[in-house]
């Protein structure tokens, strides 16, 4: 008995001896993980251009123009007129395979024959392009300046690309990202080639990793005047940003992301780890299924980052082979956009890229690609980042530029605000989009742009920039025309419905909950796309009087919109009934009063405006949008 009882008491020691340790090694582990590294000394003068070094080097700002010489063109055209003949795909592969050989002669045929590369060269240069020397070596950057007037702050925003992406991404947000009414702020774009992409120039010695790469993007601010800016981007464009949000903390007003991650540091590891046991502690509800299981998680990584293990390892080989064949690198480029933009267009033989994409816009970055020969230098830049000496340090650094992020559905990695917010301590907003992909300029700008403006918003209210003087809603009682009134939309600018003078109006109450919601929102849209080009506006007000159907914040209007792809008008929630009514709707129901009464009965109730600004007709909830066609077409 005294043997088992010091058996016992041994097993009870050892057991007591092993947690003890346990309890050690975690905290250990905790703390080596949360302790941030110091931050590094970087070169910020390192030279990545040919020797000699030019004692007096030429900082001037020159334009540039894209061209696609006749030499160029025929070259091409001859390669794709006499490519070899590809080897069938196998039976129902659809991209499963890679690019579907069927397909890619499609696309190839139509480069070589209807692809008008003197209307597209004139397209690349509808807005200014530019270089300067920096770093020893020429950096191309596109730069469009707003037209303003009255007490509106421009302000600088830097958009940074990624791979295979370039500048040419960014040409439909740059619309969406024009200036809106009202709005106190305009963004001035500086939309830069990275080095070794594009037009601008590849370092010609080893060590030019996304930090450097930042560094430059720096300098080139600083050179167009702008000591503070801001910055988005995506891909590798997330990992420069966030660099330079990093280092040049004094410097970024603020830095919104499409690909919000921090990729695989330690300490994402081991909270992702920890997330597949605890969710609840970690990871929100609507993003679980990007995440977890892990196992799926991983699997798909694994299985779509064999391009990053060819060009983190022997990018010139690969390079080598893309430089002698438009067709490869078309196939190359062009598959990415595909399964990058949903992983389920594996299972389509044409890859479903033209569900998203026109083929011509697609072709337009080919052949920045092509046109500049930098598929080989551009690809060099993940193993510089692989092998970088300070991107890993800088990666475990926290910085408080506050940020901003977007979340897509098909977006390669997904992380938790959790983790984001290990490294951005002023990680303030995330936008959650149940759709689109890693090419969100390209794919989504709309969507994308909504979010850069909100977040930009937000960074200005973070450093105390005052808001906009409101000025008075409007009196009902002695109003003429809606005109006189103002309103807010969902980013809390001031929208004075003067603006909306010469058009025709639908002014609907609206919500996302309600039984009505999906065809009246889908028949809102149409009358929008058919009508928007004859001075025909929606304008929505969001209420959540009826029945509490429209619950959410702005922010979850925002999301909810940006689903539904809406386009028309969207303003802030409101009251539509009772002491508290917006004025306008007070206005509006004391002009059209309803068959029993001026109260509005549900949602989904409808206001026409013509042209003049007065209220001419009122239909209930029970009218589609669409049979309303008649009426809005004699005021039109």
Not at 166 to 191: G, H, M, N, T, V
Not at 319 to 347: H, M, Q
Not at 468 to 480: E, V
Not at 555 to 561: G, N, V
Request: aromatic share 12%; with cysteine.
């Amino acid at each position: 008995m005294e043997k088992v009882k010091e058996k016992s008491n041994t097993g009870k020691k050892i057991s007591i001896i092993l947690i003890l340790c346990s309890v050690a090694l975690s905290y250990y582990v905790y703390n080596v993980l949360h302790t941030a590294p110091e931050m590094p000394k970087i070169d910020m003068d390192a030279y990545w251009g040919h020797y000699p070094l030019d004692s007096k080097p030429d900082l001037s700002i020159k334009p540039f123009y894209v061209e696609f010489s006749v030499e160029m063109i025929r070259e091409l055209r001859n390669l794709l007129l006499h490519r070899r003949q590809f080897v069938p795909p196998i039976e129902d592969a659809g991209f499963n395979y890679g690019f579907n050989s069927n397909f890619l002669t499609q696309v190839l045929d139509y480069w070589q024959n209807k692809y008008n590369f003197a209307e597209r060269e004139k397209f690349l240069n509808k807005y200014n392009h530019y270089k300067t020397k920096i770093q020893g070596l020429d950096i191309h950057f596109v730069h469009v300046k707003p037209e303003v007037t009255g007490d509106v702050d421009v302000v600088p925003l830097l958009l940074l690309h990624g791979w295979p992406g370039s500048f040419r991404e960014f040409y439909e947000l740059i619309e969406e990202l024009s200036p809106k009414p009202d709005q106190s702020f305009a963004l001035e774009l500086i939309i830069p080639s990275l080095p070794g992409y594009g037009y601008s120039q590849a370092a010609v010695r080893s060590g030019m990793g996304p930090l450097e790469i930042g560094v430059v993007m720096h300098k080139l601010m600083n050179r167009l005047g702008h000591s503070k800016y801001y910055i988005q981007g995506g891909d590798i464009g997330h990992i420069v940003g966030s660099a330079m949000a990093t280092v040049f903390p004094e410097n970024v007003l603020g830095f919104h992301s499409n690909m919000p991650v921090l990729s695989f540091t330690p300490l994402t590891l081991f909270y992702t780890i920890l997330g597949n046991f605890v969710p609840s502690l970690l990871v929100e509800n609507e993003i679980y299924d990007r995440v977890y299981p892990l196992g799926k998680y991983f699997s798909f990584l694994m299985e779509e980052s064999g391009y990053y293990h060819l060009q983190s390892t022997k990018p010139d080989t690969v390079g080598i082979a893309l430089t002698d064949s438009p067709a490869g690198l078309a196939a190359y480029i062009l598959e990415k956009f595909s399964t990058w933009t949903n992983p389920n267009n594996r299972n389509a033989t044409d890859g479903n890229l033209l569900s998203k994409y026109m083929l011509v816009h697609l072709l337009d970055n080919i052949m920045v690609y092509w046109s500049s020969n930098c598929i080989t230098t551009s690809m060099r830049l993940y193993k510089e980042h692989v092998n970088s000496k300070y991107g890993a340090i800088v990666s475990r650094i926290p910085t408080k530029v506050p940020t901003c992020g977007i979340k897509f559905k098909y977006e390669l990695m997904t992380e938790p605000d959790g983790i984001l917010k290990l490294k951005y301590h002023n990680y303030l907003h995330t936008t959650v989009v149940d759709g689109g992909g890693h090419f969100a300029a390209l794919e989504s700008p709309a969507v994308l742009a909504k979010d850069i403006l909100q977040a930009i918003t937000t960074f200005r209210e973070f450093w105390g920039e005052k808001k906009p003087q409101h000025a008075s809603q409007g009196n009902p009682l002695t109003a003429n025309t809606v005109y006189e009134f103002s309103v807010t939309d969902l980013y809390g600018r001031n929208v004075k419905l003067e603006k909306y003078r010469g058009n025709v109006l639908l002014i609907v109450n609206v919500a996302s909950q309600c039984g009505l919601t999906l065809k009246n929102y889908k028949q809102l849209k149409e009358l929008h796309e058919k009508y928007t080009d004859r001075n025909f506006k929606i304008l929505a007000f969001p209420c959540n009087q009826f029945n509490g159907q429209e619950p959410g914040t702005s922010s979850d209007i925002i999301q909810f919109i940006n689903e539904k792809e809406v386009k028309f008008d969207v303003f802030q929630k409101i009251e539509v009934n009772g002491e508290n009514a917006h004025p306008l709707w007070k206005y509006l129901k004391q002009v059209q009063s309803g068959t029993f009464g001026d109260f509005v009965k549900w949602n989904f109730s409808k206001f026409i405006v013509d042209k003049n600004g007065v209220p001419v007709e009122r239909f209930g909830p029970n009218v589609d949008p669409i049979d309303l066609e008649p009426e809005i077409t004699k005021y039109l």
